[in-house]
């Protein structure tokens, strides 16, 4: 399949990319290699397969909750680079 500079000028847009003239050829051959490679997929077999949901068969090992000593409230602020009487005070993320 191949990907048009309308197409690409799309997709940079939805995906907030910024590129070049030459960044924008790159971009355009780059996506039409992938997309021939996923056309290729379409030509295996996969009749009986079943879908996996995680690529490794690893399970998680998990513990059980057990209570324990906590770290002292003063320990805790001791090495706060900045502290307001009993809590973190941190640099305001969200205007």
Request: without cysteine.
């Amino acid at each position: 399949m191949k990907i048009d500079t309308n197409t690409l000028k799309k997709i940079a847009h939805l995906a907030r990319l910024e590129f070049d003239e030459k960044g924008a050829e790159k971009m355009t051959a780059d996506m039409s290699q992938i997309l021939d490679w996923v056309e290729k997929l379409n030509e295996v077999d996969t009749e009986g397969v079943e879908p996996i949901t995680t690529m490794s068969s690893e399970i998680n090992v998990l513990r059980e909750d057990k209570r324990g000593i906590h770290l002292p409230h003063e320990d805790a602020l001791k090495n706060a680079p900045q502290k307001d009487s009993d809590y973190f005070r941190v640099p305001k993320v969200i205007e």
